[in-house]
């Protein structure tokens, strides 16, 4: 398995570009996040996903777009390109251990996009 | 929504001392509590979790108290390794249906001295 695939590892952008940050997971797992990360800040959940056609905002959603067409692939979206989302961008999976279980397997990171807006 | 506070924001040891995390949430519905490592320019890494049900877990030199009542909950490192030198991320679940989303806190630098 490759786990949690994130393409590109780098990217320059100028304000107002576009750009969509992909995500594909083949440990299908229903459950797909995507964080982002500044300096001295942690993690901050942007978008999530608990199956395919079901998606929900996080923390810090503003900027951002996601879909879920398929169980493998969670893309982020930015429109317009604003220097506050430089940051480094990690999506990951989880699943849910059991139709009883109330308790997500551990978070399966991806290797991250750093995305610097000029 | 949860809050989480990590501290110290650094720390440095000498290698064979001990290391302690701490952090501090608010929700107190929270059932889930794991630590990640990342090195720097890598993904973090689960290295130890905790559920509310349990107040301590030992993983070899990695352990991880958690006190409910008081809303904390804490990382050891034993024995340290200047190869355990990364930021290490404490968070905690959201309750009832968010339990699969996680709340991070700031992050620890450690640095392990030879």
């Given at each position: 398995n490759a786990g949690v695939t994130q393409t590109p590892k780098f990217r320059i952008l100028k304000i107002g570009q576009s750009m969509t940050l992909q995500c594909t997971q083949?440990?299908?797992?229903?459950y797909m996040y995507w964080y982002r990360q500044d300096p001295g800040m942690g993690l901050k959940l942007i978008y999530y996903s608990v199956g395919a056609g079901i998606t929900d905002k996080g923390e810090v959603p503003n900027g951002y777009n996601v879909s879920r067409s398929t169980t493998e692939d969670f893309p982020l979206r930015l429109e317009l390109a604003a220097p506050s989302q430089t940051s480094v961008y990690f999506c990951a999976s989880s699943y849910?251990?059991?139709?009883?279980?109330?308790y997500n397997s551990p978070l399966h990171f991806g290797n991250g996009t750093r995305l610097t807006v000029t | 929504g949860e809050n989480v506070e990590q501290h110290p924001s650094t720390l440095s040891v000498q290698e064979g001392d001990s290391a302690v995390i701490k952090c501090t949430y608010s929700?107190?519905?929270?059932n889930y509590f794991p630590w990640y490592k990342q090195e720097l320019g890598k993904r973090p890494q689960l290295i130890i979790d905790i559920r509310s049900n349990v107040g301590e877990k030992k993983d070899q030199r990695i352990a991880v108290t958690l006190n409910k009542t008081a809303k904390h909950f804490s990382l050891h490192i034993t024995?340290?390794?200047?190869?355990?030198?990364a930021v290490y991320f404490c968070a905690a679940s959201g309750s009832?249906?968010?339990?699969y989303k996680l709340t991070f806190g700031k992050g620890t630098l450690l640095t392990v001295n030879p």
């Amino acid at each position: 398995n490759a786990g949690v695939t994130q393409t590109p590892k780098f990217r320059i952008l100028k304000i107002g570009q576009s750009m969509t940050l992909q995500c594909t997971q083949d440990m299908n797992h229903n459950y797909m996040y995507w964080y982002r990360q500044d300096p001295g800040m942690g993690l901050k959940l942007i978008y999530y996903s608990v199956g395919a056609g079901i998606t929900d905002k996080g923390e810090v959603p503003n900027g951002y777009n996601v879909s879920r067409s398929t169980t493998e692939d969670f893309p982020l979206r930015l429109e317009l390109a604003a220097p506050s989302q430089t940051s480094v961008y990690f999506c990951a999976s989880s699943y849910r251990r059991g139709p009883g279980s109330s308790y997500n397997s551990p978070l399966h990171f991806g290797n991250g996009t750093r995305l610097t807006v000029t | 929504g949860e809050n989480v506070e990590q501290h110290p924001s650094t720390l440095s040891v000498q290698e064979g001392d001990s290391a302690v995390i701490k952090c501090t949430y608010s929700d107190s519905a929270s059932n889930y509590f794991p630590w990640y490592k990342q090195e720097l320019g890598k993904r973090p890494q689960l290295i130890i979790d905790i559920r509310s049900n349990v107040g301590e877990k030992k993983d070899q030199r990695i352990a991880v108290t958690l006190n409910k009542t008081a809303k904390h909950f804490s990382l050891h490192i034993t024995e340290t390794q200047p190869e355990d030198s990364a930021v290490y991320f404490c968070a905690a679940s959201g309750s009832g249906g968010s339990n699969y989303k996680l709340t991070f806190g700031k992050g620890t630098l450690l640095t392990v001295n030879p």
